[in-house]
């Protein structure tokens, strides 16, 4: 098996392909709802190119940065657009994520990140999650209830906005929360995520990686994670390779590289599950 390399999948007709459809303005369709013979949303787009191995160094990422940028702090989407309370709250929220995942320059995309960060510690004052503090934070910085899906945390957004964000007491309590949260993370996997999947070649454990990416950026992740890298190790094949199955090419995570069939699939399956081992015992 032939080793992987970020240049690969850099070079790869996958991304080749999602950059020239990226649109003049630097989105792609619309932004977070699939609309109608759009083939992708720009959230889709640019998940997926950084997975790809794509950074802010890039023309097509700070293209969409600075597409992003321009709408950061309007309360709205650059199409697509819904009428209900809070949506304006979601909008910045969703455009700081992509924003920070990319770049920690941007000062609006930060502040918003920042007072996430501190309505989750105040809901976590007392070591466990207390919804009642949770409502009494979103209402003082939104004024608003929670409500729309802003109920709690356990959703993709405030998971990958608080990382690198929240006090060592919090960053750990979060972790506990979200791996015992028994819906999973909205938009990403369900199920508590305490208990890996039975099946390793499932559409479950693809999902389930999925969060566990998510949350490898937690500063207790060596510790509240080592149950799932002590999984991943057990997953190995007798070569040291590891192949998530069929299932797996979900266009998101995999493919990663134009090469097909068995070899390429596990290629690119032990590039993902190395390179999650290394997130999770090097944070």
């Known amino acids: 098996m032939s080793e992987l390399t970020i240049s690969q999948m850099r070079q790869s007709k996958w991304a080749q392909k999602l950059i020239s459809a990226q649109n003049e303005d630097g989105g792609w369709g619309c932004f977070h709802t699939l609309s109608a013979g759009a083939p992708t949303t720009t959230e889709q787009a640019l998940r997926r190119l950084e997975i790809l191995g794509f950074t802010e160094a890039d023309p097509c990422i700070q293209k969409a940065i600075d597409y992003m940028d321009r709408y950061l702090g309007t309360g709205t989407f650059p199409n697509g657009n819904e009428k209900w309370k809070g949506w304006n709250i979601f909008c910045d929220r969703a455009l700081a994520v992509w924003i920070c995942r990319f770049t920690q320059k941007n000062e ?16 976590f004052a007392e070591g466990d999650f207390n919804a009642d503090a949770y409502a009494a934070a979103f209402n003082n910085a939104f004024g608003m209830k929670p409500k729309h899906g802003f109920e709690n945390i356990s959703n993709f957004y405030p998971v990958s906005l608080l990382r690198g964000r929240l006090d060592d007491k919090t960053d750990a309590a979060v972790l506990d929360y979200l791996l015992n949260a028994s819906g999973g993370i909205y938009y990403i996997c369900e199920g508590p995520l305490i208990e890996p999947p039975k099946e390793f070649q499932s559409r479950h454990a693809n999902r389930y990686l999925s969060a566990l990416e998510l949350m490898s950026g937690y500063t207790s992740t060596p510790t509240k994670l080592r149950f799932a890298a002590q999984w991943l ?14 299932t797996a090419r979900d266009m998101i995570n995999l493919p990663l590289t134009d090469k097909r069939g068995k070899e390429g699939r596990v290629t690119d399956c032990t590039y993902r599950v190395e ?5 999770i015992e090097t944070i």
């Open 233 to 246: 190790e057990s997953q190995r094949l007798s070569d040291g390779t590891f192949d998530l199955g069929s």
């Open 275 to 279: 390179k999650l081992l290394r997130a």
């Open 108 to 123: 609006r995309a930060n502040a918003i990140a920042d007072q996430w960060a501190d309505v989750v510690t105040q809901a």
